[in-house]
């Protein structure tokens, strides 16, 4: 069993720790390029994180490469257990 605790203020916390150590080092192409990767892998971090409707253990395989199902996952990630499912797009309903 995996537990994953997150709060939002994690992001902003790593991100204030990115941009300091951008600064820090004098604002180079290289630190630029760090600080870019960094923000990318925050997003896409946040993104896995409020992940409501896709299969985790998918997301997990496909970052690595494998290709695997939502259907295999017999229930073994929170969003499969409660029967998540939806694209993620916002509908405007009003």
Do not use: P, W
Request: glycine fraction near 4%.
């Amino acid at each position: 069993k995996c537990i994953l605790y997150y709060s939002y203020s994690d992001k902003v916390t790593h991100e204030s720790m990115a941009v300091n150590d951008y600064e820090q080092k004098g604002r180079s192409q290289q630190a630029q390029k760090n600080l870019e990767r960094t923000r990318e892998n925050l997003n896409s971090m946040v993104s896995y994180c409020d992940n409501s409707y896709e299969c985790r253990r998918r997301l997990q395989l496909l970052y690595f490469g494998e290709d695997f199902k939502a259907s295999l996952c017999n229930n073994t990630c929170d969003n499969c257990q409660t029967k998540r499912t939806g694209t993620g797009e916002k509908t405007d309903v009003t």
